[in-house]
């Protein structure tokens, strides 16, 4: 892919996990330093960095997510949209979150993540859960 689609890509990452803007570009930036430091993005873009960099945000993602306070201004700023996926991922706790945006966003394999701090049979159950709430949620609204 090239580094334009690269760029979009995370930032859409970023932005389905944190629900505001300001925040998934800071998200994004600080994946993309991380992991592309040493890359030379003026080229095509490996999909092994993607997966990469997507892993780094999925990481920033839920070390932040600590601070809940932070979890509930966004999911309350998100209300307006009720019945939206987006809406309804901001009402997911973190690691579902991030389980939801990995697996059936991005289509990435659960196995590229499990090697966390999270066992493989633990973001499933995660996952499973998740896509029960969004349904709930998105059929609500």
């Given at each position: 892919m090239d580094v334009n689609e690269y760029f979009k890509k995370v930032y859409t990452i970023a932005f389905r996990l944190a629900g505001d803007e300001t925040k998934a570009a800071d998200?994004?930036?600080?994946?993309?330093?991380?992991?592309?430091?040493?890359v030379e993005l003026s080229y095509k873009v490996p999909f092994d960095v993607l997966r990469d960099t997507a892993r780094e945000v999925c990481r920033i993602f839920l070390s932040e997510?600590?601070?809940?306070?932070?979890?509930l201004r966004i999911s309350e700023?998100?209300?307006?949209?009720?019945?939206?996926?987006?809406n309804a991922l901001?009402?997911?706790n973190p690691l579902r979150r991030a389980?939801?945006?990995?697996?059936?966003?991005?289509?990435?394999?659960?196995?590229?993540?499990?090697?966390?701090?999270?066992?493989?049979?633990?973001?499933?159950?995660?996952?499973?859960k998740a896509r029960r709430q969004i349904i709930e949620k998105t059929n609500d609204g």
């Open positions: 998200m994004a930036f600080s994946a993309i330093k991380c992991v592309s430091s040493d997510a600590g601070d809940n306070s932070y979890i700023k998100n209300n307006s949209k009720a019945g939206s996926f987006q901001m009402t997911l389980a939801v945006v990995w697996r059936d966003v991005f289509g990435f394999k659960i196995d590229d993540v499990s090697e966390s701090d999270y066992s493989r049979q633990e973001l499933y159950m995660e996952l499973n």
